[in-house]
């Protein structure tokens, strides 16, 4: 199959980088990416002895994002966020209960949620135009928010501009509040995962949740919201020989 340049010398297949994608999360793959080549370019020796980069990068030790399974965890970061900011709350809040790529959450305006009852956009990664039900607690929670707000305002716009934040800045605010409450394995995709564990836990419905997130087969969902492992920890808590 034919390998796509993700760096000057890093080299995936598609199937190789959906995969890094949906097990590691956005960020946390681009980051790695990143690494990966700026090495090559120190040690050029490294282009030609790295037979695989997609074996390297899975054996540098990448984090797995998780979902947070635990409700009590869930509300101590929402209560961790309120502290510093309204605006990094409603970020958490907006993830957790739509199930959005943050690439899809971050450039919202005021005008795609005000006296909605969906979200209709064209998905980044996929170009794919969907549509999201907005739960009816959290209309309620984004009518409070956007309260004095013009159509045009973003969600989540920088204390500095009026732009939108960047991912990077999502990705720290979240995973500060996430270590001080003492979450493990966070990542901004740890919003979506949270959104697809619990869904399914409530649900039991993976065929449905595949379909929310435009996965090709069930065992594919439930790798990336982490229920397999689940499984596999069970079974092995009390085998024995």
């Known amino acids: 199959m034919e390998k796509m340049k993700f760096g000057d010398y890093v080299f995936l297949t598609k199937g190789e980088h959906i995969y890094l994608l949906e097990k590691y999360g956005e960020y946390e793959l681009n ?92 998905e980044t990664k996929t170009r794919n135009r969907k549509r999201f039900l907005l739960p009816a607690e959290l209309r309620g929670i984004i009518a409070d928010y956007i309260t004095g707000k013009h159509d045009e305002e973003y969600l989540f716009p920088s204390h500095k501009t009026d732009l939108p934040i960047k991912r990077i800045q999502a990705y720290k605010i979240l995973s500060s509040a996430a270590n001080n409450v003492g979450i493990k394995d966070f990542g901004t995709h740890s919003l979506r995962k949270t959104f ?22 069930p065992d594919i969902t439930l790798r990336y919201i982490g229920i397999n492992q689940d499984i596999v920890d069970k079974s092995l808590e009390h085998f024995s020989l």
Not at 43 to 49: A, G, N, Q, V, Y
Not at 196 to 217: E, R
């Open 31 to 122: 980051r790695k990416i990143e690494d990966l080549n700026k090495s090559k370019l120190r040690d050029p020796r490294r282009i030609s002895e790295i037979k695989s980069d997609f074996h390297a990068l899975i054996s540098k030790g990448m984090q797995t994002v998780q979902p947070i399974r635990d409700r009590l965890k869930i509300e101590a970061m929402k209560q961790e966020l309120k502290k510093k900011s309204y605006r990094n709350y409603f970020l958490f809040v907006m993830g957790i209960n739509t199930g959005l790529r943050i690439s899809d959450i971050l450039p919202l305006r005021v005008y795609d949620v005000r006296g909605k009852t969906h979200i209709v956009l064209k």
């Open 196 to 217: 697809g564990y619990w869904h399914y836990t409530v649900n039991k419905d993976v065929a449905l949740l595949q379909d929310i997130f435009n996965h090709s087969s």
